[in-house]
């Protein structure tokens, strides 16, 4: 079964530094990869997705992702972070179902909760 | 605008009463997913549902049931076997499976 690590639960930072949030995931076939945000009280935002192709993923507020297949890693990073970037963030994997014509719902990690400091 | 309603954003319920949450969508998604957040556990899976008029159980359904007679709605009954129920209850919803989820802004269940 699909599992996904998200390595650190809370990430403290100051504001205009660079930051990586760390997730990792158990498969070896081909997954798709989801970063959300969550800020408080609030649902989930998607902030990028990797399907295929390109293994750099650009996603929205200046967030980018590498997907490494040999490393099963799909870290997120941003080059310089704001205090408004506070908030809970969350990998997800799917998995193709058996068969390979679909794929399985996500799977979600722990979460990782970032926080930028003045 | 498409997106994910539910409804209401707090609810507060004596012990022993049963609730149901609201998840509407708007988005023609065939699939629909309940999860649960609690601090510190990331999100958990409660039920989901592929199609009208079918549903699965998810990790943690114990004490919870869901229908799916409409393709927009997806209500959620926390019902008074659930041990602790309080949380914070997501609604989501996506064209399949695999594809990208969409979540609704939640509702903070208290129960005293």
């Known amino acids: 079964a699909q599992s996904v690590t998200q390595l650190d639960s809370q990430v403290p930072v100051f504001e205009e530094a660079p930051v990586e949030l760390r997730c990792n995931y158990s498969?070896?076939?081909?997954?798709?990869l989801f970063w959300y945000v969550q800020y408080p009280n609030q649902g989930l935002q998607l902030l990028l997705k990797?399907?295929?192709?390109?293994?750099l993923v650009k996603g929205i507020n200046g967030f980018e992702a590498e997907f490494n297949k040999s490393q099963t890693s799909f870290h997120l990073r941003k080059p310089s972070v704001h205090i408004s970037d506070t908030a809970e963030y969350f990998c997800?994997?799917?998995?193709?179902?058996?068969?390979?014509?679909?794929?399985?719902?996500?799977?979600f990690g722990q979460g990782t909760i970032l926080t930028v400091h003045p | 605008d498409g997106g994910i309603t539910q409804s209401p954003k707090y609810l507060f319920r004596k012990e022993g009463q049963n609730v149901t949450l609201s998840c509407e969508q708007n988005?023609?998604?065939?699939?629909m997913y309940w999860y649960r957040q609690d601090p510190g556990q990331g999100l958990r899976l409660i039920y989901y549902?592929?199609?009208?008029?079918?549903?699965q159980k998810g990790d943690i359904a114990e004490g919870y049931s869901v229908s799916r007679e409409k393709k927009e709605s997806f209500p959620l009954t926390v019902t008074s076997a659930q041990k602790n129920p309080t949380a914070f209850y997501l609604c989501?919803?996506?064209?399949?499976?695999?594809?990208?989820?969409?979540f609704g802004p939640g509702t903070r269940l208290t129960v005293t």
């Open positions: 498969s070896s076939v081909s997954v798709y």
């Open positions: 997800a994997v799917s998995e193709p179902l058996i068969g390979g014509t679909s794929y399985g719902k996500l799977t």
């Open positions: 988005l023609n998604h065939d699939a």
């Open positions: 549902s592929q199609i009208v008029n079918d549903f």
């Open positions: 989501a919803s996506s064209v399949g499976q695999g594809d990208e989820q969409y």
């Open positions: 990797y399907l295929s192709g390109s293994t």
